[in-house]
C-alpha cells in the first residue's frame, strides 16, 4: 500500500500537484442565496424550475468556503439551490447522518470514507463510474470507494495527512535545534519545551476520533503488513497484547499526558487548535484540514508537521497519509442528474478547482487538477511524501463502531482508570465482538 500511495503521489509531483476523521465543531447549516432567475439551465433540462440539493457535508473547517463556492455556484446555475448542512469536528458525523436516512430527510450529497463504510452504504449510493471525472482520479485514491466489479462510488474530497504539528517559534524559544524523529527525541524535546516554561502538547483527549481513531492509527499502520495484521485480527492469528507496536503505543499517550494541557479529557477539537493556533501549547496531534483554522487564529503561524512515533527505530519517522472521504451521492436522490452535474461542477469547473485550491487548500486527488495556494502544512506532507516516509489510514477497515470503543479505553487509562495491560484487552473485546 506504501509504495502505491508514493507512486501516485510521484504522479502529481509530476503535473504539478501536491499531495495528503475533524473551524467549529457545532453543526452548522445555511441556505445560499440564489442569483437572479435566467432562461440559462445547468442540466440539459430546458425547465426553468428551481431545485434544491441537499448537501451534508463532514468537514466543518471548510463551512464558510463551501457556501461561497456554492453562492458562485448558484449564480452560474439558477434552478439549482444547494442547502448545505456541516457536521463534524465534535459532533458525531456519522450518527448524524443515519438519523437522517432514518427519518426520512437523507441528503442528495454526503460523504463517505470506503472500504467497510462503502459496504454498509452502499444500498444508498449511485454508481459514478462514468461522470467525466471518474478517469482522472489517481488510482490509489479510487480503491476505497471501488467495489468487487470495479464500480466507483465516490469522488474523493482530497489527500490528507497528519501527524504532530509544531510551533517551530516555540521549539526555537526552547533550545530545541533539531526535530524529533524518535519517541525519545520527542521526550527530550518536551523536557525542552516544560524547562522553558512552555506547554508540549495540546492534547484533545476529549475527542474519541482524535485518539481512538487517527492517534491509535499509528500502531495499526506500522505493522510490517497492516491488511495482514488486520486480517489475522479477524482470523484470530494476531493479538493486541504482545505486539510490539500496541506495546510502544503506551508511551506516546503517557508523554502527550504527562507534558500536555490541563484538563486533555475535556479538551475538545475546537479547544484543542485554538490552544496550538494561540501559541499557548508547542505540538498538536491534528492534520493539514486544521490549517486554515489555525491561520484564520495567527497568520504568522510558523509550523510544520513531526512524525507520530512510537519507538526509536528509524521507521518511526513517517506521516499516515490517506484519502479522508469521498463525495457520494445519492441514488434514490428525487434529483439525481442535478446532483451528479453539482459534483462534476465542484471537481471540472475553473470555478470548482479554485476553490479545490486556493481556497480550500486541498491537495487534490486527481491528476488534472494543479495544487496551489497550500500552506507550510502541505508543504511538510510533500517533503515526507517525496522521502518516501508514509503510512497508511487503516480505520475505514476496522469493525464498524470499533474506533469509539478503542478511544473510551484509551480516555480510561488517561483518567487513571485502567493499566494499560486492560486498554490492549479492551481493544482485543471490542475487535472480537464487532469484527
Same mark, same amino acid.
Given at each position: 500500500m506504501k509504495?502505491?500511495?508514493?507512486?501516485? *503521489?510521484?504522479?502529481?509531483?509530476?503535473? $504539478?500537484?501536491?499531495?495528503?476523521?475533524?473551524? =467549529?465543531?457545532?453543526?452548522?447549516?445555511?441556505?445560499?442565496?440564489?442569483?437572479?432567475?435566467?432562461?440559462?439551465?445547468?442540466?440539459?433540462s430546458n425547465s426553468d424550475e428551481v431545485v434544491t440539493l441537499n448537501f451534508f457535508?463532514?468537514?466543518?473547517?471548510?463551512?464558510?468556503?463551501?457556501?461561497?463556492?456554492?453562492?458562485?455556484?448558484?449564480?452560474?446555475?439558477?434552478?439549482?439551490?444547494v442547502k448545505l448542512e456541516s457536521v463534524g469536528g465534535g459532533a458525531d458525523a456519522?450518527?448524524? *447522518?443515519?438519523?437522517?436516512?432514518?427519518? $426520512?430527510?437523507?441528503?442528495?450529497?454526503?460523504? =463517505?470514507g470506503g472500504f467497510k463504510q462503502l459496504d454498509l452504504w452502499k444500498e444508498h449510493l449511485a454508481d459514478l463510474s462514468d461522470e467525466p471525472w471518474a478517469e482522472h482520479v489517481l488510482p490509489f485514491a479510487k480503491v476505497p470507494m471501488t467495489d468487487e466489479d470495479g464500480k466507483l462510488y465516490g469522488r474523493p474530497v482530497n489527500l490528507?495527512?497528519?501527524?504532530?504539528?509544531?510551533?517551530?517559534?516555540?521549539?526555537?524559544?526552547?533550545?530545541?535545534t533539531e526535530t524529533p524523529k524518535t519517541i525519545s527525541e520527542l521526550e527530550e524535546a518536551a523536557q525542552k519545551l516544560e524547562a522553558a516554561d512552555i506547554t508540549a502538547f495540546a492534547a484533545g483527549y476529549g475527542e474519541w476520533w482524535v485518539i481512538g481513531q487517527h492517534l491509535l492509527n499509528v500502531p495499526f499502520a506500522q505493522q510490517e503488513d497492516p491488511a495482514a495484521f488486520i486480517e489475522g485480527l479477524n482470523a484470530g492469528s494476531e493479538a493486541f497484547a504482545g505486539n510490539d507496536a500496541f506495546e510502544n503505543f503506551k508511551k506516546v499517550i503517557d508523554l502527550e499526558i504527562k507534558y500536555g494541557n490541563q484538563n486533555p479529557l475535556t479538551t475538545d477539537y475546537n479547544t484543542q487548535v485554538t490552544l496550538f493556533a494561540t501559541g499557548e501549547a508547542a505540538i498538536m496531534q491534528q492534520g493539514n484540514w486544521t490549517e486554515n483554522m489555525i491561520y484564520e487564529i495567527n497568520p504568522e503561524m510558523n509550523m510544520a508537521f513531526l512524525p507520530i512515533p512510537l519507538s526509536d527505530e528509524a521507521d518511526a519517522d513517517r506521516l499516515p497519509v490517506g484519502v479522508p472521504n469521498s463525495y457520494v451521492i445519492n441514488k434514490n436522490s428525487e434529483h439525481l442528474e442535478e446532483a451528479k452535474f453539482f459534483l462534476d461542477w465542484m471537481t471540472t469547473s475553473e470555478t470548482g478547482k479554485r476553490y479545490m485550491t486556493e481556497v480550500f487548500a486541498f491537495i487534490p486527488a486527481l491528476d488534472n487538477v494543479e495544487a496551489s495556494g497550500l500552506g507550510a502544512l502541505g508543504e511538510s506532507i510533500l517533503e515526507y511524501s517525496k522521502e518516501d516516509k508514509t503510512i497508511p489510514?487503516?480505520?475505514?477497515?476496522?469493525?464498524?463502531?470499533?474506533?469509539?470503543?478503542?478511544?473510551?479505553?484509551?480516555q480510561e487509562y488517561s483518567a487513571d482508570q485502567i493499566e494499560y495491560d486492560e486498554v490492549l484487552e479492551l481493544f482485543q473485546a471490542t475487535w472480537d465482538n464487532l469484527k
Open positions: 509504495q502505491i500511495i508514493v507512486l501516485c *503521489l510521484s504522479m502529481l509531483l509530476a503535473v $504539478g500537484i501536491l499531495t495528503a476523521c475533524g473551524g =467549529n465543531s457545532e453543526n452548522t447549516s445555511n441556505n445560499t442565496d440564489t442569483g437572479e432567475d435566467t432562461d440559462a439551465s445547468a442540466t440539459e457535508n463532514g468537514k466543518v473547517e471548510i463551512h464558510d468556503q463551501a457556501l461561497e463556492m456554492i453562492k458562485e455556484f448558484e449564480e452560474e446555475n439558477p434552478t439549482i439551490k456519522d450518527a448524524a *447522518l443515519k438519523a437522517k436516512f432514518s427519518s $426520512g430527510e437523507a441528503p442528495d450529497i454526503f460523504t =463517505n490528507e495527512g497528519y501527524g504532530f504539528i509544531y510551533n517551530k517559534d516555540l521549539f526555537e524559544q526552547a533550545g530545541i489510514w487503516t480505520w475505514f477497515q476496522w469493525p464498524d463502531g470499533a474506533s469509539k470503543d478503542f478511544g473510551a479505553a484509551i
